[in-house]
């Protein structure tokens, strides 16, 4: 029988810790989730942080497995001792609460992207049973994109049940439903073609293999679990050889690393993305590791990639379903390009930016009138060879709540910290924005503001009016494929210094590239939502600063001389 008396003694916390400090091999997200973990035990000594790590609850998680046998593999008939991985997770989901009410569980949506042959269905099969014994009259489901797939994990769950008779005889087992009999909790397999779905209630709902379940599935389990104190949503998955693009699962997958990277604010939102950081790892098995966590506890787990990996020597194919479905890796045939790598992009942020007496290059991206819109200013220094960029954003005031929900992003908290303007009203001004930047520099020293065309009419001729130079940028690859190219290179040869700016970090984050059959590229998004605005300004404005630069370089020098 465990009892933890402090969360160090816990093999979540050990977990984590051993994450961050480097002791176990990890990818980025893992590192990024576990030091969150690190982060929110720290906060919750705090009595504005809403929520505690019930140790009751870990040490139940512990011995509520050890009553169960492996049922199956190199170790079946032996006593369950969950691996560190294990627990990290399952005390994650149930183990954080409410401090103003322990039944109401923090995390209400769960991501976790697993590979292949690391004991998925069995950890499914352990959340269906904790959700069981966690509330009175738990409904718990299983859904899949076949019957056959949702009812592995249903089965797994009978076995595990079946490997104690004292247990088993808290349980009815029927051939489609158990039910948990002291509390009438059940627990049913679905799968996404039965009628059924949209008549669920679940306290819990499981999707399995979530990356080829149909869109309609996740909106049948999300609308189905509203109204329950403690709902919880668990997709779980391996990588697929499907497109990525449209795929829900891939953009929950793409929030779930926001989320853990800090861009992205949302406190009920649990997720884990095990996978190699890239394709070069995937020749170096002491990598391997990162998508696979229970190769230090499993007798045969390296072995069985050791003899998968031979295989991939003999076919092209063979080596493309090694790197998808046992190394998690994502390769679209339609292919997603990330046009920045983000930590590559953060090691060139600074704390300040002098732009006194010094011409300056505004770029200004307008969005629809109800949405963010930005202006970047850019400078360059001909003796360090460096351009210097400051973003900033703008939004409605009257829209703030929506458009937070929408994005995720705290929007008001970075207002106070000067990262954004929010402008009164529905919508924003054309004159705001031209103020702001006639208020943040000596017009003398406006070198030109760049615009796209499109919704900017009234912007250029005010602009006009008031004698500032203006530059169009047209979208489209003629005008941009050269300056979006050039800034990437620059940001990675630490040619390009930005102040610092978490919604801007978010933008990077979200963009993509387009090229044409000429290898041309622009930027893009996935979808509507993802904003890369305060990106776009940012390249708007080292556009012209890059073209102009030495007109304007000698001319500050001329003013220096004559001051």
Known sequence: MITYNC?????????????????????????????????????????????YFDLDIMSRIENVASCFKFTSGARAGEKINLAPPQSFILGNIYGWRFKNNKKKRRFRFVFLMISRKNSKSFLIALISLM?????????????AGKKEQARICFEQAKALIRSNAKVARKFKLNKLEIVLKKNNSKFQPLASEEKTLDGTSPSTGIIDEAYIVPVGVKNSVSSGTGARLSPLIVCITTSYDVPSIGNWAW????YTKKINEGLVDNDRHFGMIYSLDNENEVDKPEMWEKANPLIPYSPVLMEDLQEAYKRTKLSPAELRNFKIKRMNLILDGIGI?????????????????????????YGVDLSITTDLSAVAKCVYDPVTDIFEIEVHGFAPKENIHELEVRDGIPYRQYSDEGYITLCDGRTIDQDFIIE??????????IAMV??????????????DELGINTFEIRQGYRMLSGPTKLFREYVYKHKIKYKENPILDWCVSNAITTKDKFQNEILDKVKSENKIDLLAAAI????????????????????????
């Open 436 to 445: 702001w930047i006639l208020k943040d520099q000596n017009q003398e020293y």
């Open 337 to 361: 390009d990330k046009y920045l790598h983000l930590p590559s992009f953060r090691e060139n942020c600074i704390k300040n930016i002098d732009f006194n007496k010094k011409y300056v290059f």
């Open 450 to 463: 760049g615009y796209d065309p499109y919704n900017s009419d009234y912007m250029l001729n005010r602009l």
């Open 7 to 51: 969360i160090e003694e816990t093999k979540a916390y050990w977990y984590a810790w051993n994450v961050v400090e480097g002791n176990i091999i990890s990818c980025e997200d893992v590192f990024n989730c576990c030091n969150r973990f690190l982060k929110d035990i720290e906060k919750s000594e705090s009595e504005d942080f809403p929520y």
């Open 251 to 254: 953009e929950d997958m793409q």
């Open 540 to 563: 708007f404005s080292f556009l012209m600063c890059d073209m102009e630069k030495w007109n304007y370089v000698s001319k500050e020098y001329d003013d220096d001389y004559i001051a």
């Open 131 to 143: 959700a069981m014994m966690d509330e009175q009259e738990n409904e718990t489901y299983s859904f």
